[in-house]
């Protein structure tokens, strides 16, 4: 500027110095926050870039998320309470002007505003009712859309939409370009037999679920339900690559299928069901396909009169009691049937034109030809019958109910009973039931015999068919040999029962082990299978029969032999099954000890002038242990044998039961029936007396003597039976 002032001359040069050359006014610039909304803010600190959005940046666990500061807040409000006239006052009061003023100061105001703000971090599961739900997390597919539109005299009201696809579909078009479409596949259903389904497509979400309700509304199908639950029989249906089977199940099976034949099925209103999809689970094929195999269903009335037949159910929880579906016109008789024509008669080969299903087998585990597992299952195999037995204890009580006299009147009322009475009268019902069991039991039937001669003559014919299958020259025992040999083994039992480790709680394994072991020596000579292995797998097998569980490894340390204890193990084991055979698996053994408790608990509750009952329990125990080395067991039933040892013990004790006898046990009976009951009693007690008394020398001499005639072929531990036993199995596989 200099140089340009020097150019015009030197005197305006000299004025211009004196001139002030500073700038009047200076601009400052500096940026401001106040002109950006809190959105943009938070976006600038939160935002992320589009590779990191697709990348799933921002959505992960622990991510910020924006706060709206302004909660808690109102324009005015700050830490003192200040009244502004025309922000949060009105400017006039009462024709007069309102003056600011300081009310005071909020000191709660801060921490207010820290609450409110973290609980804004806290995430909070918005709750949906469970009929708004879909199938899964927020998908719309299996979500309710409502009813229908009614119209004219077309009522919806009691019609629900649910959606089974929905997708979002791009099209390429040449002007537009890429252009979204929405596609909604929809049913609907009044859930009493009325279903149908459409499609809609549309811009918008909305559109498309609105058109497909709309034509799922027009396109209504009739679905008839045997008997308003369930299918009328099997069916097998295909569309293009979907295949569905599907069974008829009982009522309260439930729905076991894929969640859109589920779906299908809750709004038709089919409530049993099991269905298997095979191929492709396309939504559209699986309900068209479903829906197909429900028109194509037959009516029993149909398949009669078409096939002259009659249509018979067999349920197996009725008991397969036939049950009429429908009758024929013109039935075909029985003869005249052809002989391979025997697929026409089952309904579902009729309909699938005699084809099957092909199921996998089920694969088996691998321990399941482990000898373990199969003495798992032989232990297991008593429960498989509890079902049946534990259906036939209802029945019997239900008879009895039915054969009072009583019945079906309204009883009338009785006092509170006490908790005593209670007891008593449940024990002396289960007592009554065990009586009923026994009646229709084994142990009645085929092992309860006339007399003591028919039994000596079955245990005759074993000695001498033993001698005669030898054919040898040689000192054989003798019956009345064998019977002492026998009652020694009966007297090991208890010994070895009373010395087991750990003690046997259960007193009826005792009981179950002498019978098993007087029932195999009933039809086999102890020559032919030495007692001495016989009466330790009769405590085993007892053990496991009345549920005192223990291991063989267990078992054997309770045995002093200088034998191996693994080939002590191996021996009882392989003779168990023999021994089950030689009882033809009739293992249920009816104990006199229950009755005994029960006769006990019915005087404890009908005598009350007895002042100690329990002093009843130690002859009677007494007498039982005694009663089990004998043939009684074989002669009468549990309960005569009870109330023998209760008889005999009242003697011992010199307690007077002639008023329970006449007016409780015996009030029932005829002067014949009476007289039947002492002769039992005197027979009973007779044999009890005339048990023999062993000696040890002789029973020393007959051991020696069945050692020189005992069959080594049926030693357990022999090799002869060792090939035996394996080549006998060899051949069962």
Same mark, same amino acid.
């Given at each position: 500027? %200099?140089?340009?002032?020097?150019?015009?001359?030197?005197?305006?040069?000299?004025?211009?110095?004196?001139?002030?050359?500073?700038?009047?006014?200076?601009?400052?610039?500096?940026?401001?926050?106040?002109?950006?909304?809190?959105?943009?803010?938070?976006?600038?600190?939160?935002?992320?870039?589009?590779?990191?959005?697709? +990348?799933?940046?921002?959505?992960?666990?622990?991510?910020?998320?924006?706060?709206?500061?302004?909660?808690?807040?109102?324009?005015? *409000?700050?830490?003192?309470?200040?009244?502004?006239?025309?922000?949060?006052?009105?400017?006039?009061?009462?024709?007069?002007?309102?003056?600011?003023?300081?009310?005071?100061?909020?000191?709660?105001?801060?921490?207010?505003?820290?609450?409110?703000?973290?609980?804004?971090?806290?995430?909070?599961?918005?709750?949906?009712?469970?009929?708004?739900?879909?199938?899964?997390?927020?998908?719309?597919?299996?979500?309710?859309?409502?009813?229908?539109?009614?119209?004219?005299?077309?009522?919806?009201?009691?019609?629900?939409?649910? %959606?089974?696809?929905?997708?979002?579909?791009?099209?390429?078009?040449?002007?537009?370009?890429?252009?979204?479409?929405?596609?909604?596949?929809?049913?609907?259903?009044?859930?009493?037999?009325?279903?149908?389904?459409?499609?809609?497509?549309?811009?918008?979400?909305?559109?498309?679920?609105?058109?497909?309700?709309?034509?799922?509304?027009?396109?209504?199908?009739?679905?008839?339900?045997?008997?308003?639950?369930?299918?009328?029989?099997?069916?097998?249906?295909?569309?293009?690559?979907?295949?569905?089977?599907?069974?008829?199940?009982?009522?309260?099976?439930?729905?076991?299928?894929?969640? =859109?034949? +589920?779906?299908?099925?809750?709004?038709?209103?089919?409530? *049993?069901?099991?269905?298997?999809?095979?191929?492709?689970?396309?939504?559209?094929?699986?309900?068209?396909?479903?829906?197909?195999?429900?028109?194509?269903?037959?009516?029993?009335?149909?398949?009669?009169?078409?096939?002259?037949?009659?249509?018979?159910?067999?349920?197996?929880?009725?008991?397969?009691?036939?049950?009429?579906?429908?009758?024929?016109?013109?039935?075909?008789?029985?003869?005249?049937?052809?002989?391979?024509?025997?697929?026409?008669?089952?309904?579902?080969?009729?309909?699938?034109?005699?084809?099957?299903?092909?199921?996998?087998?089920?694969?088996?585990?691998?321990?399941?030809?482990?000898?373990?597992?199969?003495?798992?299952?032989?232990?297991?195999?008593?429960?498989?019958?509890?079902?049946?037995?534990?259906?036939?204890?209802?029945?019997?009580?239900?008879?009895?109910?039915?054969?009072?006299?009583?019945?079906?009147?309204?009883?009338?009322?009785?006092?509170?009973?006490?908790?005593?009475?209670?007891?008593?009268?449940?024990?002396?019902?289960?007592?009554?039931? =065990?009586?009923?069991?026994?009646?229709?039991?084994?142990?009645?039937?085929?092992?309860?015999?006339?007399?003591?001669?028919?039994?000596?003559?079955?245990?005759?014919?074993?000695?001498?068919?033993?001698? +005669?299958?030898?054919?040898?020259?040689?000192?054989?025992?003798?019956?009345?040999?064998?019977?002492?040999?026998?009652?020694?083994?009966?007297?090991?039992?208890?010994?070895?029962?009373?010395?087991?480790?750990?003690?046997?709680?259960?007193?009826?394994?005792?009981?179950?082990?002498?019978?098993?072991?007087?029932?195999?020596?009933?039809?086999?000579?102890?020559?032919?299978?030495?007692?001495?292995?016989?009466?330790?797998?009769?405590?085993?097998?007892?053990?496991?029969?009345?549920?005192?569980? %223990?291991?063989?490894?267990?078992?054997?340390?309770?045995?002093?032999?200088?034998?191996?204890?693994?080939?002590?193990?191996?021996?009882?084991?392989?003779?168990?099954?023999?021994?089950?055979?030689?009882?033809?698996?009739?293992?249920?053994?009816?104990?006199?000890?229950?009755?005994?408790?029960?006769?006990?608990? *019915?005087?404890?509750?009908?005598?009350?002038? =007895?002042?100690?009952?329990?002093?009843?329990?130690?002859?009677?125990?007494?007498?039982?242990?005694? %009663?089990?080395?004998?043939?009684?067991?074989?002669?009468?039933?549990?309960?005569?044998?009870?109330?023998?040892?209760?008889?005999?013990?009242?003697?011992?004790?010199? =307690?007077?039961?002639?008023?329970?006898?006449?007016?409780?046990?015996?009030?029932?009976?005829?002067?014949?029936?009476?007289?039947?009951?002492?002769?039992?009693?005197?027979?009973?007690?007779?044999?009890?007396?005339?048990?023999?008394?062993?000696?040890?020398?002789?029973?020393?001499?007959?051991?020696?003597?069945?050692?020189?005639?005992?069959?080594?072929?049926?030693?357990?531990?022999?090799?002869?039976?060792?090939?035996?036993?394996?080549?006998?199995?060899?051949?069962?596989?």
């Amino acid at each position: 500027m %200099i140089n340009l002032l020097t150019k015009l001359g030197p005197s305006l040069a000299k004025k211009s110095l004196k001139l002030n050359l500073m700038p009047k006014s200076v601009v400052l610039t500096q940026i401001e926050h106040f002109n950006y909304r809190a959105d943009d803010l938070w976006k600038s600190v939160l935002s992320v870039s589009s590779q990191g959005s697709k +990348k799933g940046r921002g959505k992960r666990r622990g991510g910020s998320k924006a706060k709206d500061l302004n909660l808690g807040q109102n324009i005015g *409000d700050g830490k003192l309470k200040i009244e502004w006239p025309g922000l949060n006052v009105d400017i006039m009061n009462r024709q007069q002007v309102t003056k600011m003023k300081i009310i005071g100061e909020d000191t709660e105001r801060e921490k207010r505003l820290v609450e409110i703000r973290n609980k804004m971090d806290k995430f909070r599961r918005i709750s949906i009712a469970p009929h708004e739900r879909g199938f899964t997390g927020s998908s719309l597919n299996g979500k309710s859309i409502g009813q229908p539109i009614s119209y004219d005299d077309v009522d919806f009201s009691k019609f629900d939409s649910r %959606i089974l696809e929905y997708k979002t579909m791009i099209a390429h078009k040449s002007i537009l370009g890429k252009k979204k479409t929405a596609s909604c596949f929809a049913v609907t259903g009044n859930f009493d037999g009325i279903i149908g389904y459409g499609l809609g497509k549309g811009s918008t979400a909305s559109g498309a679920i609105k058109m497909s309700k709309s034509r799922a509304s027009q396109r209504l199908l009739y679905i008839d339900r045997c008997e308003g639950r369930t299918l009328y029989h099997d069916f097998y249906e295909e569309y293009y690559f979907t295949k569905i089977y599907a069974e008829r199940k009982p009522k309260g099976y439930g729905l076991r299928c894929h969640r =859109i034949i +589920k779906l299908l099925c809750e709004l038709i209103g089919i409530k *049993d069901l099991y269905a298997k999809i095979e191929g492709s689970r396309n939504p559209k094929n699986i309900t068209k396909a479903f829906l197909s195999g429900l028109l194509n269903q037959r009516k029993y009335a149909d398949i009669a009169k078409e096939k002259n037949l009659h249509v018979v159910e067999f349920k197996p929880e009725m008991n397969y009691f036939p049950l009429v579906l429908a009758q024929a016109e013109n039935p075909i008789e029985e003869n005249n049937l052809q002989a391979n024509d025997k697929y026409q008669r089952n309904i579902n080969l009729y309909l699938f034109e005699n084809r099957n299903r092909l199921e996998k087998k089920e694969k088996m585990p691998f321990y399941y030809n482990y000898p373990s597992y199969k003495h798992y299952c032989m232990l297991r195999d008593r429960e498989s019958e509890q079902r049946k037995a534990r259906i036939e204890r209802h029945r019997i009580l239900s008879d009895e109910r039915l054969l009072e006299h009583n019945y079906p009147k309204k009883p009338k009322p009785k006092a509170e009973a006490s908790n005593l009475e209670v007891y008593f009268r449940e024990f002396i019902i289960f007592l009554a039931l =065990i009586v009923q069991m026994f009646n229709s039991s084994t142990q009645k039937s085929n092992w309860l015999f006339k007399d003591a001669a028919q039994l000596a003559e079955l245990r005759r014919k074993a000695n001498s068919d033993y001698i +005669k299958r030898q054919n040898v020259d040689r000192n054989f025992l003798t019956y009345e040999e064998e019977k002492i040999i026998l009652l020694h083994y009966e007297y090991l039992i208890k010994q070895f029962c009373a010395h087991f480790q750990p003690p046997l709680t259960i007193i009826a394994v005792v009981g179950t082990s002498i019978a098993y072991f007087k029932r195999f020596y009933l039809r086999n000579s102890c020559m032919e299978y030495h007692p001495k292995d016989i009466f330790l797998i009769c405590i085993y097998l007892a053990c496991k029969i009345e549920e005192f569980n %223990i291991s063989i490894h267990q078992f054997i340390q309770n045995i002093k032999s200088n034998e191996q204890k693994e080939e002590l193990a191996n021996a009882i084991l392989n003779l168990e099954l023999l021994l089950m055979e030689k009882l033809d698996f009739e293992l249920r053994i009816h104990n006199f000890y229950r009755p005994f408790e029960g006769f006990l608990l *019915d005087v404890k509750t009908r005598c009350p002038e =007895i002042p100690n009952v329990e002093i009843l329990r130690t002859f009677g125990m007494e007498f039982l242990d005694k %009663i089990l080395n004998t043939d009684a067991f074989f002669l009468y039933p549990p309960s005569q044998i009870a109330l023998t040892a209760i008889v005999y013990s009242s003697s011992k004790n010199k =307690i007077d039961l002639d008023r329970y006898c006449q007016s409780v046990l015996l009030s029932a009976m005829n002067n014949d029936e009476i007289k039947h009951v002492c002769k039992i009693i005197k027979n009973i007690n007779r044999l009890h007396k005339e048990i023999p008394v062993l000696n040890q020398d002789e029973i020393n001499r007959i051991e020696k003597k069945l050692m020189n005639c005992y069959s080594v072929e049926n030693d357990p531990r022999s090799k002869s039976f060792k090939e035996l036993n394996l080549r006998s199995l060899n051949e069962d596989d």
